[in-house]
């Protein structure tokens, strides 16, 4: 059963950085790009950054685009998402999120998400 | 960035009633097009995908179609389990891009 369970959420001042995680379970880590999606209070979904099976292939939402940094680690089937400058417009749910393909394609399976709060 | 325009923004519906929702992409995504379900507190949930195809445990009330810039998400019959946001997300362009959502509610 595919598993996807993120972490390292919390409060975090404007300006300050935070490094989110996604352990992965249940599938060949390789084979699938994986994505963050957020939704801010009110807000809708946004995928934010997405990455290739292999790692070697990234993309990233305009609004995020040059402060956030998603990676992956194979040797722990884990997702990361590195948040730089923060500010309170990226307060939101995390959602680590595997898509169907090894490069793209729809999400299938999604993990129950994560609380950033950006306040002073 | 792909973008993805719902229709409308809310819906309101009485239970047993068919409820058609829009989605129209800035340009041509062929039928690389899902459909999600999200619920206060829960995961999204992947309901169609190639604009078309249900997902395993989607039941047959939902249906997809359209192809190009035109999706269209049916509910033919709606429960008391289908009131939630409904979201179209395209897949054609890295990144994927979801549509604003749809509010389908009781009426």
């Known amino acids: 059963e595919v598993h996807l369970l993120e972490s390292g959420g919390g409060l975090v001042q404007p300006g300050g950085s935070l490094r989110l995680s996604c352990a992965t379970s249940g599938f060949t880590f390789n084979l699938h790009a994986l994505s963050w999606v957020r939704q801010g209070p009110g807000k809708g979904l946004e995928c934010i950054a997405s990455i290739s099976g292999s790692g070697g292939s990234t993309a990233y939402a305009d609004s995020v685009k040059g402060r956030f940094i998603i990676s992956r680690d194979s040797s722990k089937n884990t997702l990361f998402l590195e948040m730089n400058r923060l500010t309170a417009e990226d307060t939101a749910i995390y959602f680590c999120a595997r898509t169907d393909g090894y490069n793209s394609g729809w999400t299938d399976y999604w993990g129950q998400g994560t609380l950033v709060t950006v306040s002073s | 960035e792909m973008v993805m325009t719902q229709t409308p923004a809310t819906l309101s519906v009485s239970p047993g009633e068919r409820a058609t929702l829009s989605c129209r992409a800035s340009?041509?995504?062929?039928?690389?097009l899902a459909w999600y379900q999200h619920k206060p507190g829960q995961a999204p949930r992947l309901l169609i995908y190639?604009?078309?195809a249900r997902a395993y445990d989607t039941p047959a009330r939902f249906s997809g179609s359209g192809s190009g810039t035109e999706f269209t998400l049916t509910i033919s019959s709606l429960q008391s389990e289908d009131f939630a946001v409904y979201y179209c997300q395209q897949y054609d362009h890295w990144p994927q891009t979801f549509g604003q959502g749809t509010s389908v509610q009781i009426k």
């Open positions: 190639g604009a078309s």
């Open positions: 340009q041509t995504i062929s039928n690389n």
